[in-house]
């Protein structure tokens, strides 16, 4: 069982350039979620989709953008990478038939670790 | 914003011990998450609670609603328990959930 696949696994990008991060999910999840770790801090949430077709911000959602392409995939865009962007990224997903609220448990990626020199 | 507050940061303990990680947060919540992070970083869901207790394994969560707090333990643990333990809350109508910075547990042979 996939579950959650992120895509790339480690990412060394310079200031100034794009890249979209992927995350793809093969429960038939209804919500999916974008977040950072950092150092000493807890996971903050960058954006969020409680269903295909809608997406939110999180906590942290600025020099981000993000895409619901259909149910199973939620990709992450950064637009014009910066150092304080460097961090890893994971991908969640929750939520099958009418639950899609948070007391759902969240079933995690395995991060994408992004560093921008 | 819910504030979630997890104690000890870190925690070192000889293989067998008995364990406690204790998760405080300070306003009214639908469901509390016991999460395990793994050295290689994958992120695991191991509880979600909304009142009361639950075990799976040597490994129990309890919750108390007026109290604001929740405890992990684990019992007889074991090295391959060493991981950074991880509280979030998810409030009433919401789906975002607030995370704590985590416990780091360290289990010596």
């Known amino acids: 069982n996939a579950g959650v696949t992120q895509t790339p696994k480690f990412q060394v990008l310079k200031t100034g350039q794009s890249m979209t991060l992927q995350c793809a999910q093969d429960?038939?999840?209804?919500?999916m979620y974008w977040y950072r770790q950092d150092p000493g801090m807890g996971l903050r949430l960058i954006y969020y989709?409680?269903?295909?077709?809608?997406?939110d911000k999180g906590e942290v959602p600025n020099g981000y953008n993000v895409s619901r392409l259909n149910k199973r995939e939620f990709s992450l865009r950064l637009e014009s990478a910066a150092p304080s962007q460097t961090s890893v990224y994971f991908c969640?997903?929750?939520?099958?038939?009418?639950?899609?609220?948070?007391?759902?448990?969240?079933?995690f990626g395995d991060g994408t670790r992004l560093s921008i020199l | 914003k819910n504030e979630v507050e997890q104690s000890p940061q870190n925690l070192t303990a000889q293989e067998g011990e008995f364990i406690t990680i204790n998760c405080s947060y300070s306003?009214?919540?639908?469901?509390l998450h016991w999460l395990q992070q793994h050295p290689g970083g994958g992120i695991v869901s191991l509880f979600m609670?909304?009142?009361g207790k639950k075990k799976h394994g040597r490994l129990i969560a309890t919750i108390n609603i007026q109290e604001k707090h929740s405890s992990l333990h684990i019992t007889a643990s074991h090295p391959r328990d060493s991981a950074v333990y991880i509280c979030?809350?998810?409030?009433?109508?919401?789906?975002?959930?607030?995370f704590g910075k985590g416990t780091k547990l360290s289990v010596i042979p």
């Open positions: 609670l909304s009142s």
């Open positions: 429960m038939n999840h209804n919500s």
């Open positions: 306003v009214g919540i639908s469901a």
């Open positions: 979030a809350v998810g409030g009433a109508g919401s789906y975002q959930l607030t």
């Open positions: 989709s409680a269903s295909e077709g809608t997406t």
């Open positions: 969640a997903s929750s939520g099958t038939g009418g639950s899609i609220m948070s007391n759902q448990p969240q079933h």
